[in-house]
């Protein structure tokens, strides 16, 4: 099979899923780290982390099996009036997003699991998943914990300037290029014609 002008179904979904995962894990990271330390707003922060661990853990889920996809399904051709550099650069992006899918939620779960305080993490309130178990059943686990806190939080801003870019690089095909880049991934758009 050559290429569809569109992603599979499966793709768009995986992708939009992942996607708004993503911004709402980014919005509440920043706004808790910052609540659990004020007793105003402790409480809901506590709730917050849970529910951003869920998500966490369900992006890191819905990110291999996108890749897995993505590694069974050839996706759309790029348009061919892309240089070179852009499709480098298109390529490079993709392979950054999927390690960061991967990578944010790897060092978050390593670090709630090298965490003293052994906190458990209730996905979505149904289940518990559970620690990593090398780290936790580490005995000075400080350490070990500030170093997943770190590359948690510096993946994290790292995937949210992919994230700017990549919005940035699909309106710019869209909007100046005016070919199937953005349209690709988003059924609800028309192409727009050079």
Request: aromatic share 10%; no cysteine; proline share 6%.
């Amino acid at each position: 099979m050559r290429g569809s002008p569109r992603y599979t179904a499966v793709a768009i979904t995986l992708h939009w899923a992942i996607a708004a995962a993503i911004i709402v894990l980014l919005a509440a990271g920043w706004w808790m780290t910052d609540a659990i330390h004020h007793a105003g707003t402790k409480a809901t922060a506590f709730k917050v982390y849970q529910l951003h661990k869920s998500l966490g853990l369900s992006v890191l889920v819905l990110s291999f099996l996108r890749l897995g996809w993505r590694l069974s399904h050839r996706p759309p051709p790029l348009p061919e009036g892309m240089s070179v550099l852009e499709r480098l650069l298109a390529r490079l992006t993709h392979g950054l997003f999927y390690a960061l899918m991967i990578g944010v939620p790897l060092a978050g779960w390593a670090m709630v699991s090298s965490s003293p305080l052994g906190l458990p993490t209730i996905v979505f309130g149904l289940f518990e998943w559970p620690h990593i178990p090398l780290l936790a059943d580490l005995e000075d686990k400080k350490p070990l914990e500030a170093v997943f806190r770190a590359a948690h939080q510096l993946m994290a801003y790292g995937l949210a300037a992919l994230l700017v870019l990549h919005v940035a690089a699909a309106l710019k095909h869209h909007f100046v290029n005016r070919d199937s880049v953005l349209t690709r991934m988003a059924p609800f758009l028309r192409a727009r014609g050079g």
